[in-house]
């Protein structure tokens, strides 16, 4: 199956700083959601894209699907202490499966 | 909008025994929801996929024997740990999709189960 890999794996900033971070996969996509996680708790939709350079932001973040639809960007601008958590990538499966499948995720933590 | 729930948020069991997690969509209807499990420090990893009105579909390797799915209602999926052992501890997440033209899924807040 399709294998999402995020990097980098972990990321230790102090706040206010901002923060990329990339999910690519050997294959094509046609869609790219991120999600972010709190210790002990679901992960939450944060942006899903739909079309190859599309570029969305929600609030201080913003995710690009990138053209060459194996890979997908986000950032964050001007952390704060709440965006601690983990961040993943998720597409389907395959073209029309309803299915997703999840990157490895990279957690970020920021440094008093 | 897109609120689901689970419950219970945590359970202790002994081994043997059987646990019962609950996933409901609150303010949509679900003709499908996911299971996952999720071990500390790693990635969601999907279970099953649950259909209302009709069987669910298990992903390979996983146990449909030992992990019931039912999908009575268009709000409602359950999931059954039967005859529960230490290593079935995990986070369970359950998530449904809100709109079925889109991929999007939306989760539950996890069910942490401990079976001593």
């Known amino acids: 199956g399709q294998q999402l890999n995020q990097s980098p794996q972990s990321m230790f900033i102090q706040e206010g700083e901002d923060v990329s971070m990339n999910c690519t996969s050997s294959?094509?996509?046609?869609?790219w959601l991120w999600y972010k996680q709190d210790p002990g708790e679901g992960p939450v939709l944060l942006i899903a894209?739909?079309?190859?350079?599309e570029l969305t932001s929600n609030g201080r973040l913003t995710a690009q699907f990138g053209i060459t639809r194996k890979d997908s960007f986000l950032n964050i601008s001007a952390s704060i202490p709440s965006d601690v958590g983990i961040y993943f990538c998720?597409?389907?499966?395959?073209?029309?499966?309803?299915?997703?499948?999840f990157g490895t995720g990279t957690r970020l933590t920021i440094i008093p | 909008g897109a609120v689901v729930s689970q419950h219970p948020s945590w359970v202790i069991c002994k081994s043997g025994t059987s646990v019962k997690i609950e996933c409901r969509s609150l303010?949509?209807?679900?003709?499908?929801m996911f299971w996952y499990r999720q071990f500390p420090k790693q990635s969601l990893m999907l279970m099953a996929t649950?259909?209302?009105?009709?069987?669910?579909?298990?992903e390979q390797g996983v146990e449909k024997d030992k992990f019931l799915i039912n999908h009575a209602s268009l709000t409602l999926s359950t999931l059954t740990v039967t005859s529960a052992h230490p290593e079935d501890s995990s986070f369970y997440i359950c998530?449904?999709?809100?709109?079925?033209?889109?991929?999007?899924?939306?989760f539950g807040p996890g069910t942490r189960l401990t079976v001593t």
């Open positions: 998530s449904a999709r809100a709109d079925d033209r889109t991929y999007e899924q939306y």
């Open positions: 894209l739909y079309k190859a350079g």
């Open positions: 294959s094509i996509f046609n869609t």
């Open positions: 649950s259909n209302e009105g009709s069987k669910a579909t298990y």
């Open positions: 303010d949509f209807q679900a003709t499908t």
């Open positions: 998720a597409g389907p499966v395959n073209f029309g499966n309803e299915k997703l499948t």
